[in-house]
């Protein structure tokens, strides 16, 4: 989308905002940055809706590499084309860097030391947290039709349970998403 074709408010976004955004982000979301994303884009500076993030959010799933990494990507883009795509993601990317160099420094002298292995566990706990958390606020924005709920159990049983892998999932249903997708806006 060019940004002359965008609302008002969402043209005035300056690169350097999307750079200090997701900077914000990386350095909140360490761990977990996808909540945090959603909070920054949705609640807190309004650049998005909750079915705008649903829709980036759906397509940055399936393009290889990190999710987050794809949704600055595509907002960065959306905002300031190129350039906007660049400043995202430098901002999302630049304090994790600087934090897992210096963590993995500090782990390589002090990683031996029981406490930390102690704190491990807890911390990954408290990352599936925000990630159920974001994935309850996405269910609560989605359409509930009939098919969105049946493929979205699906793909949840699919992967979970049935440990089918996640590409072969997406394969299936995404096709399978579009044509019912397109049936409903033919109607």
């Known amino acids: 989308m060019e940004p002359s074709s965008q609302p008002a408010c969402q043209a005035s976004i300056s690169r350097r905002q999307l750079f200090v955004a997701f900077l914000r982000v990386g350095v909140r979301g360490f761990g977990g940055v996808m909540p945090w994303a959603r909070h920054m884009l949705v609640d807190e500076r309004q650049w ?8 980036i959010l759906s397509l940055a799933q399936p393009l290889p ?5 794809n949704l600055a990507v595509v907002v960065g883009d959306r905002f300031q084309g190129p350039l906007g795509a660049l400043a995202a993601l430098a901002g999302l990317l630049s304090a994790p860097i600087c934090i897992v160099l210096t963590v993995a420094t500090l782990f390589d002298r002090f990683g031996q030391a029981g406490p930390l292995h102690r704190l491990l566990p807890g911390i990954s706990a408290a990352a599936a ?21 049946a493929l979205a159990l699906v793909a949840f049983i699919s992967v979970v349970w049935l440990h089918l892998s996640l590409v072969l999932v997406l394969l299936v249903l995404a096709p399978v998403g579009i044509a019912f997708g397109r049936r409903g806006a033919a109607a």
Do not use: C, I, K
């Open 48 to 55: 998005l809706d909750d079915a705008q993030f649903t829709q």
């Open 129 to 149: 947290g925000l990630m159920g958390g974001m994935g309850l606020r996405l269910l609560a924005g989605m359409e509930r039709e009939a098919w969105t709920v």
């Open 65 to 69: 590499g990190p999710n987050s990494l």
